[in-house]
Structure formats: C-alpha cells, structure tokens
C-alpha cells in the first residue's frame, strides 16, 4: 500500500523559514504529479503548490515567491521550500499523490506566530 509521511512542520515566528518533506513508499512516485495542500482553521482546502512528474511547478496567488515546490526521485520525496512566512500561512499541511491524485499524508501542522 502506497503511504505519504510528511515531516518539518513546527512553530516559526513570522519572516522565518520551514522545510516540508514528503516521503513516499511504493514505486509511483516517479510517475506521479505531486502536490502540497493546506487547511486553515475555517477555511477550505487549498491547493498551495504542485510539481509534476516531469519537474514543473505551480504555485497559488498566496505563496508565489516565498514557497518553491521540488521533488527528488531518487528518495522519492517532495519538499515545500517556506520562507517569509506569515501568521496567514498557518494551517495543516498535507501532501497528496499517486496516479489519480487520491493518495494523502496524515498532515503536519504549521504555526507562524510571534
């Protein structure tokens, strides 16, 4: 069964970095797009940052030029690259995958605060 752990969450005071990491078991990785989500306290889900299997990314409105999305096939992992991070970029943060999109990380909660 194919698993996403994702890991580097924690507390950061505002301006301050994170790494996100997303390990991936099985062998799809390589041939799956890769994508990080988010969910604030009474928000929706949003969709934050994707890499594709051939290494183009995209980025949402909010974080474009602080966050840089990259994946390492090798280690069949996807990092999220979080600089000047705000109190509004606080949220859970989960990782998703797979051939159909449908395979999801347990989430790694994410606090800006001062």
């Known amino acids: 069964q194919v698993q996403l752990v994702e890991s580097g969450g924690g507390l950061v005071q505002p301006g301050g970095s994170l790494r996100l990491s997303c390990a991936a078991s099985?062998?799809?990785?390589?041939?799956?797009?890769m994508n990080w989500y988010r969910r604030a306290p009474g928000k929706q889900r949003e969709l934050v940052a994707t890499?594709?299997?051939?290494?183009?990314?995209g980025y949402a409105d909010s974080v474009k030029g602080r966050f840089t999305i990259s994946r390492d096939n090798a280690k069949n992992t996807v990092y999220l690259q979080m600089n000047s991070l705000k109190p509004s970029d606080t949220a859970v943060y989960y990782c998703n995958g797979g051939p159909l999109q449908n395979i999801w990380g347990q989430g790694i909660q994410v606090t800006v605060s001062s």
């Open positions: 890499v594709t299997n051939r290494g183009s990314t």
């Open positions: 099985g062998n799809i990785f390589i041939i799956s797009n």
